[in-house]
């Protein structure tokens, strides 16, 4: 009796209470229309984060396939978007990145491509999405190379809420399912 009169007056209280996985930090990247994007364009938006390079030929077009996914069930949502950063930023330069978003048939607004500095971008997957293992790196930045089938899911705080392997289907439909949840909080 005692948790339904308490949930009842502070509705709250039965809402489960996870501790976020890491906080998306500050951030500075180009978009694949040359454009600035930062940490201050995803407030608000459940966003969903990859990392891949244009000239993979091993898991990024799975995770790619699997993304999709995720993005035609979610499009029509104002606040959802999906960012794919470029693991290869050499060679993924913003107009690489639009060729590609263009070949995916994508609305760039929707699902946004980045590129930047390696060393920033490593950072960003490694200690604010935690989708790659830090100890994975080499200490010259020139050597290190990431490549990770693992997705972030992103709520509308900048908290990451889980992160998926992105090569399982059934588990990128746990992150639609998810990605739902939170756009309705």
Request: aromatic share 12%; glycine share 4%; proline share 4%.
């Amino acid at each position: 009796m005692f948790f339904f009169t308490i949930s009842y007056l502070i509705p709250e209280y039965s809402k489960p209470k996870f501790k976020p996985v890491s906080e998306v930090g500050s951030f500075r990247f180009t978009t694949q229309d040359g454009k600035d994007f930062t940490d201050a364009d995803i407030k608000g938006k459940v966003t969903a984060v990859e990392y891949f390079f244009t000239t993979c030929e091993g898991i990024c077009p799975r995770m790619n396939k699997n993304m999709l996914t995720a993005y035609n069930e979610l499009k029509q949502e104002p606040d959802f978007l999906i960012l794919s950063h470029t693991s290869d930023p050499e060679r993924d330069s913003a107009a690489r990145l639009k060729q590609f978003a263009d070949s995916m048939g994508v609305d760039t607004k929707k699902w946004i491509f980045l590129t930047g500095r390696k060393d920033s971008l490593y950072n960003m997957a490694r200690y604010s999405y935690a989708i790659d293992d830090p100890k994975n790196h080499f200490q010259k930045i020139e050597d290190d190379f990431l490549h990770s089938q693992f997705m972030a899911l992103v709520n509308k705080n900048g908290e990451v809420v889980h992160v998926y392997d992105g090569l399982k289907q059934s588990e990128v439909n746990e992150m639609i399912r998810e990605a739902k949840k939170l756009l309705k909080d």
